[in-house]
Structure formats: structure tokens, C-alpha cells
């Protein structure tokens, strides 16, 4: 452990409105408070004495910040709600098989009991597993502060490598998924360097919305490919109005290709990426022929 | 005289898979690593280390507003012999006085009794250098794009020859060149690196550590404190795993740790996190290994010139034995009458490779495989046939001019794989499956095709040539306080099995069972030098030892009371009976070389080993053609180790083998920046998990050599040998593409793969 863990400090307040207040006066002094959910990725970065000594707000035992509840715009996922839930939940299971298929692909069972979907929002890594997914969907962040909430698109959310939106006053309350549209087909393709304990290569979910044998919708969302997850509104543009056919799907991934510019970095290279990215995006418009 | 034998109803437990020795106290969390012990006074100890590959120290700056009062302050001028980690060669220097030669190479100690402390002052500290063009690659070396090792930046070399070449490739109906690389790997044993150090009252030194061969850290403190043997003391504490990551290291960190004990009067312990010991310690070599052999038009092998190059990188350390093993496997297991093999270890500017489970062979074994594929390739002939014909027999010749006079089963190990691996049917129907799969165009869903590849490898049991003569290993069994017959060796237990399999020897040999054995803790004040535990040699050399100290143990203890002794109740009574009336009871045996086994390390002729082991692997491969993952889907392996002492550990072994091999294949690569390694971490150096590793199917052949304990050969490296090259043949049947550099990671394999498809469209 390379970072000095006696010089941590956290804090943990009683209950959620006393947490917001909690974060939102740290805001404003010189050492702002860092909200903490499972700290799986934070682990890692103090092992390697990778972060500047910085205080800590530990949410963990808010249950106020948990379910999956049901309402009528869509399934409400409170922040706490952990990848082993969401794989099992089943109402996420049936309405979003996407997000249930990412959440099984997050690192691997014990990172998946304590890593949260908020931590996975709110550490904003470009290759976090289920943040395409949440941009496919058309996910909406509630973001709180002790003195109001406030919603917020997930298309939105990141303004550019690992920053948001998100005021340092702010906590991730909840996501919304609002209800898919009827004949949205999902996909969801990890390509990690490995089968589990892995980070992606590229990452990649879609929805897709077929009516009378056309596309009248389609998301296209990657990771791994750029600062940010991203969507690739040309390659969307390519299906629109389109049968599913081996030709929309090739020009879709032409597309794609041509609007990325993913990097080299420590895990693959950005030819590799290019071309499997394209090669996803043939393998989901494929997935929803089904 | 012996007049009556004792009882013999006893089951033996050679052959059975007893319960593992350690296996409750490490499972339960009672076992005591080095960094469980925390002895009185302690302080912490870290190393500053050079942040560029090659350069010449001007400066180094300590932060003024940092509290240096408390840290104890180590460099190259505190120590009081010989400034190297003595080994083959003393060229590599403890701590840098000068010139920088790689990345994270040590120059700076630091001690501190708290551990958060120590890590502010690491980062208080500032080596100010000024750089030198660094030689990264074995290219670069051979240029000698700058002289990093004396004349020509060759650390070592070595020719074996035989027959007459140039007859050989006369009679050649096709002769085939190809080259084949292979990279660096980190071994990832699961405890890293780290020892405690002390100094005595008496001036006498002792360390204590996660360690494979307390001698071998016993000789360089000796050189490094100027202190005579008896002033020094090593011992092994519970270790995490080795794979020949603790051979030589644990020399160079004992000699740090020993600094800063004796600067600071102190213990000291000394322990690396996953990213220091991934970035300074010891990997396997990389290796270049250039084929050009010729076949007649019956596929029998005439002609073999092959050429080694490793990256022995910048100090000799072991490089040169590693060299050697390597040269000595470089033909594979078949018989050749005219060959050439050249070998040379060349100095880079990245941290000093060294040994590594297989030690050399995996590398050549890897190239000489890959080449019969492709020489069978050239007749059209089936991998499995060329191998029928060339393979060794009874009787056979190696390059060495060695004669293989007994237990040679490389054709036993390939027809049982063969066998129940269903290897000829399996492989016709992947052909027609893929022909399927590939005719399906992109679009179209997923599309994976598989292969199926085999290998042949034989693996020498022991040190090399005249090693074990050399070595002239000691190893003892005497009668513990309680009456309990107790090894004494400096063999270690490192996860393999040790304890258990001497217990089961030594049980065996006295007819008491294998838990009233004791086995001493490697000590080595206590322990005679047994030799390293490396090259496969624990079971074979110094289970040997141990079991001939058993039987005139018991020859002894008969002559004491011819009435013997019918279980381990009465065994203890004799031996305390003993102890009282004639006192200690202490047999030390040395080794001694089989009859009839020669070696000229002069002319690299001769037995350059006593016997062999031998392995065939076949393996099937899926291979995603969206995304160029190659996965293993399943393994038959069977492996000739003489006598499996214990099956289950034997299997564990080849099963932990294979996946270590499988992992070098596929997925480990060392990435460098700036000529320091980049991925320091289990998140970005990856190595399989379970969901990586297929099925395994593993035979174990049982073809017992007359220079072993029951027949034993030997387990612990013939496992890596044989996979990497099977699972590149079973990518070439899968996909078409050869790929003769490991590993095969998906971004070669899909460009490779893309290419072709471009090519096509």
C-alpha cells in the first residue's frame, strides 16, 4: 500500500440529508469531501499511491441510496444498487437484459459485491462496463444536493476524461431507465484482455428499435474508444429508416470507423480497437436479425 | 547382521496422494510468511531505484523540508565487501556506484520504523542523472549499438555440433528457414518478493525470507559483508510460490536488507509490492531462435542449423546456464545426425533476465516444434507423422553425442495424447466445421473457428552436464529429540510439494508412515547444501539422497535391535532408546553420479543429462474471428516423469505448468516505456484466470529411470515446454495464419487475420 492510510480520513454521516449537507459545506472549503460507495476502483489507485491525500464521505450503509423500484416513466436504480444485483435482479433481468449482461461482466464476483453503479458513474472511466449500456438506454442521473436535486441526461454527463456535470456538492442518487420502447432489441459485448478480472478493450451496448421491418431507433454506445463512453450518432444515422441487413450493418461499422479515434495505450492499440469496434457494431445489428 | 526383517504389512505411500504436509496450516492462515514476522525493533527498509535505463548518477538530492533523522540511510560506499551479488559472474553490483545499466536498477536504502514515513521519503529522495543511449533490444545488442558487456555485448556463447552439415542438407528433399520469437514473462508467484535481516550480538548476520536456495543467498552475503560462512545464516520462512523468481533475486534484496541491518543496527525488513517486483525483478528470457533444417522426401530429418539468441539483459547472472539448457533442448526430442547449434546470451539495458520454470527450454523447445510444423508442412505431411518419424527412440543419439539409454517414452507420451485426444478424427472435423465457419460471411453473427495442435518435447532431469557433480550435493536425515526420523536439506517447499513427497521417501524407505517424518526448516545453520531446488532436481537428486540416508537408517537401527520395529510407535521407541543409549543418530549422504555418465563441458559433448523427461500435448483452440481472441478450449497432456511419488501433486504441477505456459502463449506480454516495464500491475500484466483455463486432460506415464528415488524423473518444468508451440499450431489449423511470435495476442492475430481478409475482398 503505497498511500499513507492513516492520513485518510472519512467521514460518515447518519443519513443521507446529513451526508448531502455534509458534502455540500465540504464543497466550499479547501478540501472537499470524496464521496465513496464500494471502493473498488479507489483500492486500487491508493495501492499504487496513485492519489493526492484527499478526504472521504463514506455512503456505503445509506440504504436510502438502494432498490430498483418500478414506476411509471421507468426503473428507478438507486446509486448503491451493486453489479451482483442488477446481474440478478429481475426486473432488470426482463427490461434492460443489457444491463444485466454488463453487470455479470464487471471484474468478477467479488469486485461485483461491492462495486455500485453510481461508483461506476461517478469514477467516469472510459472503459467502466456498464456506462454504455446507460447510454444506450437513455439513462437519467439524479444528482442531489442538500438543497435540491436536479436530473440530468447520461448523453450529457461527462464533459471530458473522468469530469462531469457533477458539482463536487453533488451526490448520484439514482438512474433512471426509462421503459424501452416495444421491438428494442439490446446488445451488450465486452472485449476484455481476459475472461473476468479484466478491463475492456472496447466495450460496446445498443438498442435497437424495429418497427414494420425498419429501424426507427438505434443507440450505438462505446467504451474504451475515446475520453468518454460515447454514442456514434453517424453510425445510428446509417440504420435509421433501414432493414436489418448484412449492408446496413457494414455501412453502420464504416461509419463508426470513421468517426472514432480511439488511442495505444497500455491494454491494445487503436488499429485494434478500430477494427473491433466495427466488427461489434456487424455483431449487434446481427444479434437483433434474431 | 540383520536377522529378522521388520513388519512389511505397512501400505506404502509412494504412489498415493497423501494429505499435503502444509497444506492445513496454510489453508487455515497458520502459516507465517516473512511479512506475518514482525520482530521487535523492526524497521521497514525501501529502495530508491534508477528511473531511467542507462545513464551516469551526477546528483542525488535529499528534500530538506523532509525529517531524515529517523531514516537510516544506505548506498554503496556502507558496504564492507565486495560490492556484487556473486553468482556465475560478479559483475552485478548490489547497489549502482555510477553508471546506471537498467531501469529500476537499486542505488539508494532506505530504513525507517514506520512504513507510511518510509514511503514520503522515497519520494523525498532525487537521483539527478545524465542519460546514455540505452540498448533495449537483442538487435540493437548484437549491433552493438553501444557496449553494454565487454567487446561485443555477448555474455556468453556456446556451439554444440555433430555429423556434417553440409552432407546433411546435401541429401535434403526440402530444406525450410524460418525464425521464431518469444518474449519476456513474469513468473507472478502469489507472495512477492521480501526477507528480514538482523545482525547478532556475536556480528553474525542473519536473514530470513521467501526464498527457493538459501545457499545460493548465503554465498553472496558472504561476499557482499566479507564475513566467513559461519557468520552468515539463511533461513527460508513459508514461501508463496517461486517458479524460479526466487533462484537468484532473493540474493540481491538479502543483500539489501543485510545493509540496512547492519548501518542501522536494527531488523530490517525488506518487502516488495506487486508493482516493484514485477518492474525490478528477474523474467524469463526473450528469445530469437533462427531454424533452417532439411527433410528428406520421407520426412526424416537430416540437416539442423540453429541459431539462439537470448536477452540475457544487463548483468550475466544466470544467463549463461539458461543459455545452456536452452542450446541443449534446441533440436526438440529428435534424432538429427548432422547438427549445428549456436547459442548466445547478449546484454541489454533492461533488468537482468533469469530463471524461469523450464529455464531456456520452453524458449528453443517452442521454435523447434513450430519448425517440424512447418517442415511437415513443406511435404505435406501430417505434424503427427513427421513427429512418428523423427522422434527419439531407445538407443537414439543427441546432438551432444549422448546415447538414451533407458526410459525414453517420447512416442509413448505422443500416441497416448494421440489417443484421448481423439487428435486425427478431432482434426479432420474441425476442418470441415471451418470451412463452414469461414465460408459464412461478416454480418452474419459471430463467427469462431477452431484448430487442434499437438507438440512433442523432452525436458533433462537435473542440473546440466557436470552440474550435479559439481554441486556434489549433501543431504542428511538424523533422529529429531522425539525419535522422528528428520530430513535435513536445504530444499525448500514452495507450494510444489517438497515436504510431503520427502516425508513419503524417507516413510517408505523406514516402513514408518510418511507423518512421523519431520522435515527440517531450511536453515542453514542448521541444514547441509542440498543444492538449489531448481531444475526439476528436488524429487529426483534430493529425494534420492534422502532415501538412500533412510535405508541405512534403518540398516543402522537394525543393527541396534535386530528386533525392529512394526509401527511408528515402536520406531519411536527404538530411535529414543537410541538417542539415549549410543546418542545422535545422522546420516549424511552426497551425491554421486550414476555409472557410465560423461561430460566435456569443453567441447559441449557427452550425457548432458542423466535421463530426460518427456511430454506430448494436444491442444484445441477457438479462435474469434471478430475479435481475435485465441481461448484454449481443451488440453490432453501426458507427461513421463518416471514416478508420479505423489499423483496428485504431480498433477497439480502439470496442470499449473501448462496454464503458466498457456498464459505465456496467449495473453502475458511485458509492455516497456521509455525502457521501463509499463504494466507493473495485475490489472495491466495478464496472466489467465480459471475462466482462461480449459479442461485439462492429464496422463501421467510412469517409465521409471534407474538413477531415481522409485524411478522418479522429475515434474516441475516439463509442463511449460510443450503448449505454447501446440496452441500455435492449433491457431494455424484454425485460421491458416502462423504465428511464430508469442505471445499471440488478438492484435496481431486480427491484423494478421484482416489482412488477409482485405487481401481477398
Known amino acids: 500500500m503505497r498511500a499513507a492510510l492513516s492520513r485518510l480520513r472519512v467521514v460518515r454521516e447518519p443519513n443521507l440529508a446529513m451526508t448531502a449537507r455534509a458534502l455540500e459545506e465540504s464543497a466550499e472549503g479547501p478540501r472537499p469531501l470524496v464521496p465513496m460507495a464500494g471502493g473498488t476502483d479507489l483500492f486500487v489507485y491508493l495501492n499504487a499511491g496513485a492519489l493526492p491525500e484527499q478526504d472521504y464521505l463514506d455512503l456505503w450503509h445509506l440504504d436510502e441510496l438502494r432498490g430498483v423500484i418500478d414506476t411509471p416513466g421507468g426503473v428507478r436504480i438507486h446509486a448503491l444498487e451493486t453489479f451482483a444485483n442488477l446481474r440478478r435482479d429481475p426486473l432488470v433481468k426482463r427490461r434492460y437484459p443489457a444491463l444485466a449482461e454488463a453487470s455479470s461482466w464487471v471484474g468478477a464476483r467479488q469486485i461485483q459485491n461491492r462495486a455500485t453503479i453510481a461508483g461506476n458513474i461517478a469514477n467516469g472511466s472510459p472503459a467502466g462496463d456498464s456506462l454504455p449500456v446507460l447510454l444506450a438506454l437513455d439513462a437519467r442521473i439524479r444528482l442531489v444536493r442538500f438543497s435540491a436535486p436536479r436530473d440530468v441526461g447520461f448523453d450529457t454527463f461527462y464533459t471530458g476524461y473522468r469530469t462531469s456535470v457533477r458539482h463536487p456538492s453533488e451526490l448520484i442518487h439514482s438512474i433512471l431507465l426509462p421503459w424501452p420502447l416495444p421491438g428494442t432489441r439490446q446488445y451488450f459485448r465486452k472485449v476484455g484482455t481476459r475472461l473476468a478480472q479484466a478491463i475492456s478493450k472496447v466495450v460496446i451496448a445498443t438498442t435497437i428499435t424495429v418497427q414494420k421491418g425498419r429501424v426507427t431507433r438505434a443507440r450505438i454506445a462505446l467504451g474504451s474508444v475515446a475520453a468518454t463512453v460515447v454514442r456514434v450518432p453517424s453510425a445510428e444515422d446509417a440504420l435509421l429508416g433501414e432493414k436489418l441487413t448484412p449492408a446496413a450493418a457494414s455501412e453502420a461499422a464504416r461509419r463508426l470507423r470513421e468517426s472514432i479515434h480511439p488511442i495505444d495505450d497500455i491494454r491494445s492499440t487503436a488499429a485494434h480497437r478500430l477494427r473491433v469496434a466495427g466488427r461489434l457494431v456487424e455483431l449487434a445489428v446481427a444479434d437483433a436479425l434474431r | ?761
Not at chain 2, 522426401?297 to 541459431?307: F, S, T
Not at chain 2, 543419439?397 to 481423439?422: F, I, M, N, Y
Open chain 2, 1 to 761: 547382521m540383520v536377522t529378522r526383517s521388520p513388519a512389511v504389512n505397512r501400505p506404502r505411500s509412494i504412489g498415493r496422494s497423501v494429505p499435503k504436509k502444509d497444506a492445513a496450516a496454510k489453508v487455515t492462515g497458520a502459516a507465517l510468511y516473512v511479512d506475518d514476522l514482525s520482530p521487535e525493533g523492526l524497521l521497514h527498509g525501501a529502495t530508491v531505484r534508477s528511473e531511467i535505463p542507462a545513464g551516469r548518477i551526477t546528483r542525488i538530492e535529499f528534500d530538506s523540508a523532509f525529517d531524515w533523522s529517523q531514516v537510516t540511510i544506505v548506498d554503496h560506499r556502507d558496504i564492507p565487501g565486495n560490492n556484487c551479488i556473486a553468482l556465475i559472474e560478479y559483475d552485478q553490483p548490489a547497489l549502482v556506484e555510477n553508471e546506471i545499466r537498467h531501469a529500476d536498477e537499486p542505488i539508494l536504502l532506505l530504513a525507517h520504523p514506520d512504513r507510511e514515513k518510509l514511503q514520503q521519503a522515497l519520494r523525498a529522495v532525487k537521483v539527478h542523472c545524465e542519460p546514455l543511449e540505452a540498448v533495449l533490444t537483442m538487435e540493437r545488442s548484437i549491433a552493438c549499438a553501444r557496449l553494454v558487456h565487454a567487446t561485443d555485448n555477448v555474455q556468453k556463447r556456446f556451439l554444440i555440433q555433430r555429423g556434417d552439415l553440409e552432407a546433411g542438407f546435401a541429401r535434403a528433399h526440402k530444406i525450410v528457414e524460418r525464425e521464431y520469437r518469444v518474449g519476456h514473462q513474469e513468473h507472478l508467484y502469489i507472495e512477492n518478493n521480501g526477507v528480514i535481516a538482523r545482525m547478532e550480538a556475536d556480528g553474525s548476520l542473519v536473514v530470513e525470507g521467501s526464498l527457493q536456495c538459501p545457499y545460493y543467498v548465503h554465498k553472496a552475503l558472504m561476499h557482499l559483508m566479507g564475513l566467513p560462512a559461519e557468520k552468515v545464516r539463511v533461513v527460508q520462512t513459508v514461501t508463496g510460490g517461486g517458479f524460479g523468481g526466487k533462484e537468484e533475486y532473493p540474493s540481491m534484496i538479502s543483500a539489501h536488507a543485510a545493509l540496512l541491518a547492519r548501518k542501522s543496527g536494527r531488523p530490517v525488513k525488506l518487502i516488495y509490492d506487486r508493482m516493484e517486483d514485477i518492474a525490478a525483478t528477474t523474467k524469463r528470457h526473450p528469445a530469437i531462435v533462427r531454424h533452417r533444417s532439411g527433410v528428406t522426401e520421407e520426412g526424416e530429418l537430416v540437416a539442423q542449423d540453429i541459431d539462439v539468441i537470448m536477452d540475457g539483459g544487463a548483468y550475466v547472472t544466470l544467463s549463461p546456464v539458461v543459455l545452456s539448457r536452452g542450446i541443449l533442448h534446441a533440436g526438440g526430442p529428435y534424432r538429427c545426425p548432422n547438427v549445428r547449434i549456436t547459442g548466445r546470451a547478449v546484454a541489454t539495458n533492461t533488468p537482468p533476465n533469469g530463471a524461469f520454470r523450464g529455464f531456456g527450454a520452453p524458449q528453443t523447445l517452442f521454435a523447434a516444434e513450430l519448425h517440424m510444423d512447418h517442415l511437415a508442412e513443406s511435404l505435406g505431411m501430417d505434424p503427427l507423422e513427421i513427429r512418428r518419424r523423427n522422434l527419439y527412440r531407445l538407443g537414439d543419439v543427441t546432438p551432444t553425442g549422448q546415447v538414451l539409454r533407458e526410459s525414453v517414452s517420447a512416442s509413448e507420451c505422443l500416441e497416448k495424447a494421440v489417443k484421448v485426444s481423439g487428435y486425427v478424427k478431432r482434426r479432420k472435423a474441425l476442418d470441415a466445421a471451418n470451412r463452414k465457419a469461414l465460408a459464412r460471411p461478416a454480418g452474419k453473427g459471430p463467427r469462431k473457428v477452431r484448430g487442434i495442435g499437438l507438440s512433442l518435447v523432452h525436458h533433462g532431469a537435473g542440473f546440466t552436464g557436470s552440474g550435479e557433480v559439481k554441486l556434489a550435493s549433501i543431504a542428511s536425515l538424523d533422529l529429531s529429540p522425539e525419535g522422528r526420523p528428520r530430513a535435513l536439506a536445504a530444499s525448500t517447499e514452495i507450494g510444489q510439494g517438497t515436504v510431503t513427497i520427502f516425508s513419503q521417501m524417507i516413510g517408505d524407505a523406514l516402513q514408518v508412515s510418511h507423518d512421523l517424518v519431520e522435515v527440517a526448516q531450511p536453515d542453514t545453520l542448521r541444514v547441509p547444501n542440498s543444492g538449489p531446488t531448481v531444475a526439476s532436481r528436488t524429487c529426483m537428486v534430493v529425494g534420492g539422497l534422502l532415501s538412500q540416508a533412510a535405508a541405512d537408517m534403518r540398516a543402522r537401527l537394525l543393527e541396534f535391535d535386530p528386533r525392529g520395529w512394526s509401527d511408528d510407535r515402536s520406531f519411536r521407541k527404538l530411535a529414543l532408546r537410541h538417542l539415549k543409549e549410543r546418542g545422535a543418530l545422522r546420516i549424511d549422504r552426497q551425491y554421486q553420479p550414476p555409472s557410465g555418465i560423461e561430460w566435456n563441458d569443453d567441447t559441449y559433448t557427452g550425457d548432458a543429462y542423466g535421463v530426460f523427461a518427456w511430454a506430448c500435448n494436444v491442444i484445441e483452440v477457438e479462435v474469434d474471428l471478430d475479435t481475435g481472441d485465441a481461448r484454449p478450449v481443451e488440453v490432453v497432456t501426458a507427461n513421463d516423469v518416471g514416478k508420479a511419488i505423489h499423483p496428485r501433486l504431480a498433477e497439480g504441477q502439470i496442470e499449473g505448468g501448462v496454464s503458466q505456459a498457456l498464459g505465456w502463449a496467449i495473453l502475458e506480454e511485458l509492455r516497456w516505456k521509455d525502457g521501463r516495464v509499463w504494466n507493473q500491475q495485475l490489472t495491466n500484466y495478464i496472466i489467465p484466470t480459471s475462466m482462461d483455463c480449459p479442461p485439462m486432460k492429464v496422463i501421467v506415464v510412469e517409465n521409471p529411470y534407474s538413477g531415481g528415488p522409485f524411478g522418479a524423473k522429475g515434474v516441475g518444468e516439463l509442463p511449460m515446454d510443450g503448449p505454447a508451440p501446440a496452441v500455435v499450431a492449433a491457431v494455424r489449423h484454425a485460421t491458416g495464419q502462423w504465428m511464430d511470435e508469442i505471445p499471440i495476442s488478438p492484435e496481431r492475430l486480427l491484423e494478421k487475420l484482416a489482412r488477409l481478409e482485405e487481401a481477398l475482398t
